[in-house]
């Protein structure tokens, strides 16, 4: 099992950047984000893979940048132009392997409003 630490997350206005951050208590395969918004599945945000491979959602192109620091353990979530729709609980997740289960962080809240 691996642990996550998530940090960043909150209120901002609709435009605005926020940032968020997560750390593995081990090496691992990916990392990543979901989010969940109220009412709504838990959705894929952006993946990486310790080969730096990529995954976006198509709604968070060109406006999020996902990061990985592989000697860290950490992975980042640079969120730029926020909408208001991107209101959720934001996840971190973690894979040690490919077909091995799925970690989850604890969520944290982000709110896009004026």
């Known amino acids: 099992q691996v642990q996550l630490v998530e940090s960043g997350g909150g209120l901002v206005q609709p435009g605005g950047s926020l940032r968020l951050s997560c750390a593995a208590s081990r090496s691992i395969f990916s990392m990543g984000w979901y989010r969940q918004a109220p009412g709504r599945q838990r959705e894929l945000v952006a993946g990486?893979?310790?080969?730096?491979?990529?995954n976006y959602a198509g709604y968070v192109k060109g406006r999020f940048t996902i990061s990985r620091d592989g000697a860290k353990n950490t992975v980042s979530l640079q969120m730029n132009s926020l909408k208001p729709e991107d209101t959720a609980v934001y996840y971190c997740?973690?894979?040690?392997?490919?077909?091995?289960?799925?970690?989850w962080g604890r969520g944290t809240q982000v709110t896009v409003s004026s």
């Open positions: 997740y973690a894979q040690v392997g490919v077909g091995y289960s799925t970690s």
């Open positions: 990486v893979t310790v080969d730096g491979i990529t």
